[in-house]
Structure formats: C-alpha cells, structure tokens
C-alpha cells in the first residue's frame, strides 16, 4: 500500500523546522543585528512573507531558535559536581549546537539575548550553589565557576585563540579540575586561604 502524502500540519511543521535550523546557522554566524528576515528565508527556500506568517518577527524567530542552552547540573556531590562540571567543558569545546553559539555571539551587542543569557546563566549558578551547601558564599563560587567556563567557550568557540583551538579538551579540563575543585569544596581552603597576610 503506497504511503499517503505528507498532512498540510506535516508540510508546516517540515518548513518550520528548516527555517528553524537555517535561523539558527545564520544568527551563530552573524549574531543577532546581522541577521535579516530574508536571508532566512533564502537559506530555508522561501517567501521571507513565510518567515513572518509562522514566527511574526526576527526577534520570536530568534527566541524560538536559540532556545538550546544546557541546563544546570543536578546536585551532586562534590567530586560528581568537578566531574559534571568539566565533562560540559569538554562538550562545548567539541562544538556547541547552534542556538547557544547564536546566543553568545549576540549577547553583547542585542540587550534581549543579554536577558537570555542572564537568566539561563543564573539558573546554572543556582543549580551549582545548590550542590555547595556547606558554602557560606555558594552562589559566589557557583558564579566564578560559570563565568569561568564560559570565558573559556567564548575563547575557543568564538574568537578561536590559539592555544585553547590548539589544546586537546582533556588537557584544558585537567588544568582546570584543580581550580574548580577549589571553588566547589569550601573546605579544600579553609585551612588558610582565608585568613589574609601573616602579620610583622
């Protein structure tokens, strides 16, 4: 029995993920200013009317395009905690989808991209300070961890300097691992990392 042609909803959903996924490529490369209505719609092969019937907007079609950014890690114990931490590194080092790469690359240029960053970032700093409950600054340290890792993503991703493009990702987490465990196990510097100079 010969299978039935695709459903008017099939053919539009078909079209929307290709303009979906055409969005996504141009705002990674070019950022969110950069970015017009019609080479969208060039990319995916249609109507740049198209483009604005299904998403009403080049701001709706960036919001629906760049909704990829990781979620926060579970809690977890500490040395669980390292371990996650470093294994997403080594993921966006291996190449970020997309929508993220898009995100980044306007987040200081489109104010609302800034907004998106700031709360998906927050709720990875929340996540983090979650798992550091013996941490009287929990969320300070989450948010020197994330800060962190994302100026290394932004240096190897985006500007492609050398020694990060050039370092297997492993050797960048190892180099890591001894800051970052630092900053999720408060008691690690305890002993006399806060204590401030000896005196005369």
Do not use: C
Not at 12 to 22: F, S
Not at 45 to 64: H, I, N
Not at 81 to 88: A, I, K, P, R
Not at 111 to 140: C, K, S
Request: glycine content about 10%; hydrophobic content about 45%; overall charge negative.
């Amino acid at each position: 029995m010969p299978t039935p042609p695709p459903s008017r909803a099939d053919r539009r959903r078909a079209t929307e993920t290709r303009i979906l996924d055409r969005a996504r490529e141009l705002f990674a490369e070019r950022g969110f200013d950069r970015t017009t209505i019609r080479a969208v719609a060039t990319a995916a092969g249609v109507d740049p009317a198209l483009v604005m019937q299904y998403f009403g907007s080049k701001r709706e079609l960036f919001t629906q395009a760049v909704q990829t950014l990781p979620a926060p890690p579970a809690d977890l114990g500490s040395d669980a905690l390292v371990d996650q931490l470093l294994g997403t590194l080594g993921l966006k080092l291996g190449g970020l989808p997309e929508g993220a790469l898009a995100m980044m690359r306007s987040m200081l240029t489109d104010p609302a991209a800034a907004e998106y960053v700031r709360d998906a970032l927050g709720r990875q700093i929340a996540g983090i300070g979650g798992a550091l409950p013996e941490a009287e600054d929990a969320e300070l340290r989450a948010a020197l961890v994330v800060t962190a890792l994302l100026g290394i993503t932004i240096g190897h991703q985006l500007l492609g300097l050398a020694p990060l493009s050039d370092a297997p990702a492993d050797r960048v987490a190892a180099l890591l691992r001894p800051a970052v465990r630092a900053l999720v196990e408060p008691r690690a510097d305890a002993a006399g990392g806060d204590e401030g100079p000896a005196g005369p």
